[in-house]
């Protein structure tokens, strides 16, 4: 099952990846002629096409989407009758594993044995390796996160505080807390369960507080925040 879910991954990050090359190859003509908002969801779609682990058409690999001519000729008449001797068909491009990857590599000692082959020992390593990414991102989020907070103040300046409720009714998002931390290199929105809005130690004028306020409630009001975890 394992060895099946890896491989069915490497389909997928494949095909993704292809897409994901053109895109950023034409990034600069698709981003003058089409708003923001359609990379936004493009690039959603895609990191939800590579976290769903099965292909979406059932009993159909990404391989055999991709269609190739054969002659007609190679197609019996009895299996055939109705395709004229100058027409061609569609059959699917399948992909062959060596058989070196798939044949076991310890001999079977006992009875019942599973054989491990080089693919099994493949997937091992893949999800080993998706395991420790996704442990050292974490970890480092949480790192961060503390490092950033420690030194994090409630601010006590009365006219922030009425110009973000100000903000948060007019933008309907609940209310959140609202930190200065010197260890904050710009603002930002932090904490998945209970978000913080994290302002650096710096002065700014009315105007650009409420622009930056306003920026980073919208990003809270899009879920901006589960999307960049996406």
């Avoid at 908002?37 to 058409?57: D, E, M, Q, S, T």
């Avoid at 929105?189 to 700014?204: N, S």
Wanted: some cysteine; proline content about 7%; overall charge positive.
């Amino acid at each position: 099952m394992l060895t099946n879910l890896f491989l069915s991954v490497l389909e997928i990050s494949l095909s993704v990846s292809l897409i994901v090359a053109v895109l950023l190859l034409f990034s600069p003509l698709l981003n003058r002629r089409y708003a923001s908002k359609w990379n936004y969801w493009i690039w959603i779609f895609l990191a939800l096409r590579l976290v769903i682990p099965f292909h979406l058409i059932q009993g159909q690999s990404v391989t055999a989407l991709f269609q190739r001519k054969s002659p007609s000729t190679s197609v019996s008449k009895e299996t055939s009758p109705d395709i004229a001797p100058d027409e061609t068909v569609l059959s699917p491009i399948t992909v062959e594993l060596p058989p070196q990857l798939t044949a076991p590599i310890l001999p079977r000692t006992a009875k019942g044995d599973i054989p491990i082959t080089l693919l099994d020992i493949a997937a091992l390593l893949w999800l080993a390796g998706c395991l420790g990414f996704l442990s050292v991102h974490l970890m480092s989020y949480l790192h961060y996160k503390k490092w950033l907070l420690k030194k994090g103040l409630a601010l006590k300046d009365k006219k922030i505080w009425e110009q973000l409720l100000e903000l948060e009714q007019e933008l309907q998002v609940d209310m959140i807390d609202l930190i200065e931390s010197p260890r904050a290199s710009s603002p930002m929105m932090i904490g998945f369960r209970m978000p913080v809005l994290v302002l650096p130690k710096e002065k700014y004028t009315s105007k650009e507080l409420y622009f930056i306020l306003k920026h980073e409630l919208i990003h809270l009001k899009r879920r901006d925040v589960y999307k960049k975890l996406l």
